[in-house]
């Protein structure tokens, strides 16, 4: 595998590009499935269920939906399924705490009941109005031709401390797809926010043709609603866009802003999930308040090159403003990679929430950061250390003393040089950053890595993820990759089972040869930060050996520069309550 004919390199390119657009190998969370859809659950797996990430007892989950900050109290509604652990008869669930973490189930917000969403309640956004009343905006489905509209519920009782009940007013739809406009592409309205007019807008993702749109609306009253002569933004070759997302950031702290700021200092992000990639992306830019027009920055790249939330398993992304901590909060949905949809209603539940995460712009101005909640803190129990550990040419060490399958680790690396940067091959200039981990594992010996962790690993390494970095060399610049590697992470053979080399770049500065690397296992998912938040990855997987005390940890270097770990702390996880 070290040497590679170019031809074998063009080749595999193909096979990636082929993957990757056909959904990255996840099925579309709107794909119907008739005869396993109302199939309840009888039994519930306890395999590969997570211990502190959110998750229902049963049946499937997808994208998170409206998450806010109201009273003292965090509510997250949801799409789930309460029939079957595929996707199908979807609601809005809603759970309900005062940490982020530990969360409290209430009865469904809103279910399909009304002519206007009799086939469908799907995904939307919570805006608080000025008087302090929350507002959910939602999608809901008319007809069985998928004809898409934007509905309106509101609490019941604002008095009810946790807003229990919700009501649909028989005035909606507030908004039905004009002939511009494919109603079947036409879905997941945004938070709105108040403009210096006085007037309230929000967008609608969509599509035209193979260009992604996000359709602008305005409003005097959030009732009335009419159509902006211009989309917000639209971009070319992408798809339709769902979930989209538009908030402020600023340029000069890493508190959040609340969704109506604008002015000087301030930043703009659009995020659009794309239906075709199955990958949340996002462009930096200035909101011209003027003519209501979103430009990205000169330095963006608005399409499947560009930047993600994510570079792993990771889709249909919301926001929202925390003003009890001045924090902008992230929320996204982690599906299931490990078989056909009769498995996940055998194991009788689909889908996690990946952990919330505070998120910021950084200072270069060039990309947000992402770190999990602080809150998230609170479950770390038993502690392990290691420090000034020196790794030679293929060694590892083993950390134990923890729980390794349900585990938060935080490791700082370090290397004397940097002249042993293996040179980056000009061949991959085009490819994606999975593609060139796909050829440079975590076995292939590098110069300046590869170096990481083996997460869920068993102890005579049948299997394992590697999550690793590894420096390569670009004329007089350096690249680094981080790799979140599941191609490894189970002995089961099963053909259906998405098995991805999960990568990003790092954009980072090597002038104090450093590379800090943290990650959160949780028996099926392991969520990394690389460089404190800039690259994050998480990965779902399945092992069969490495499962609760028989996984196992281990730090590792496959490169001919010695690393040093400067500085690891591993502690076991409590479980949360969900």
Request: glycine share 6%; with cysteine.
């Amino acid at each position: 595998m070290v040497f590679l004919r170019t031809c074998f390199v063009w080749s595999f390119l193909v096979m990636i590009i082929v993957v990757l657009f056909l959904n990255n190998g996840i099925k579309a969370s709107h794909e119907v499935f008739m005869k396993l859809q109302s199939s309840s659950a009888m039994s519930v797996r306890k395999i590969h269920r997570t211990g502190y990430h959110f998750q229902p007892p049963k049946h499937w989950i997808n994208d998170p939906n409206g998450p806010m900050y109201y009273n003292g109290v965090y509510h997250l509604f949801y799409q789930y399924n309460p029939k079957g652990a595929v996707w199908g008869n979807i609601v809005w669930a809603h759970s309900v705490s005062t940490d982020l973490i530990n969360w409290i189930r209430l009865e469904h917000a809103i279910y399909p009941s009304k002519v206007f969403d009799k086939y469908g309640t799907w995904s939307g956004s919570i805006t608080i109005l000025q008087n302090n009343k929350p507002v959910i905006l939602y999608t809901g489905i008319v007809d069985e031709n998928n004809t898409q509209v934007q509905n309106y519920a509101i609490p019941a009782d604002v008095s009810d401390p946790l807003l229990r009940k919700w009501i649909k007013p028989d005035d909606n739809p507030l908004i039905v797809a004009d002939k511009s406009i494919n109603k079947t592409q036409f879905r997941d309205p945004t938070t709105a926010w108040l403009g210096r007019d006085g007037h309230w807008r929000m967008l609608v993702g969509s599509a035209r043709r193979h260009r992604g749109v996000a359709i602008l609306y305005r409003s005097r009253d959030f009732l009335k609603w009419t159509k902006a002569q211009h989309p917000l933004h639209t971009s070319v070759k992408t798809g339709n866009w769902e979930c989209p997302d538009f908030f402020p950031v600023s340029l000069n702290h890493t508190d959040g802003l609340d969704t109506s700021v604008d002015g000087e200092n301030v930043k703009h992000v659009l995020k659009a999930s794309l239906e075709v990639t199955r990958f949340d992306y996002y462009t930096i830019g200035t909101y011209d308040t003027k003519k209501d027009r979103y430009i990205p920055d000169d330095t963006m790249i608005d399409g499947w090159k560009g930047l993600r939330l994510d570079y792993g398993n990771f889709y249909a992304s919301k926001t929202f403003y925390d003003p009890s901590k001045n924090r902008r909060i992230l929320w996204g949905w982690a599906n299931e990679s490990d078989a056909a949809p009769k498995d996940s209603a055998k194991k009788g539940w689909a889908g996690i929430q990946a952990i919330p995460r505070k998120l910021w712009l950084d200072p270069s101005g060039k990309q947000l950061v992402q770190w999990p909640v602080e809150e998230l803190e609170s479950l770390r129990k038993k502690k392990v250390e290691l420090r000034n550990h020196n790794l030679d040419k293929g060694e590892m060490v083993e950390v134990e003393g923890i729980t390794a399958a349900q585990a938060d680790v935080e490791v700082t690396f370090s290397f004397s040089s940097l002249k042993n940067a293996e040179e980056f091959d000009p061949s991959w200039a085009d490819l994606y950053a999975q593609d060139v981990c796909a050829i440079r594992g975590s076995t292939v010996q590098g110069g300046l890595g590869p170096f990481g962790l083996l997460t869920l690993s068993s102890e005579n390494l049948e299997e394992y993820t590697p999550v690793f970095f590894r420096v390569f060399k670009v004329q007089d610049k350096y690249k680094v990759l981080m790799c979140s590697d599941a191609s490894r992470s189970t002995l089961r053979n099963n053909s259906k089972m998405y098995k991805p080399s999960f990568a990003g770049f790092v954009d980072v500065d090597l002038s104090d040869k450093k590379l800090s690397l943290r990650s959160l296992i949780d028996h099926s998912v392991i969520e990394s930060f690389g460089a404190g938040g800039k690259t994050c990855i998480t990965s779902r997987v399945y092992p069969a050996l490495a499962i609760y005390n028989e996984a196992h940890l281990f730090v590792f270097n496959n490169g001919t520069e010695t690393i040093t770990i400067d500085t690891l702390n591993a502690w076991s996880m409590d479980k949360s309550e969900r």
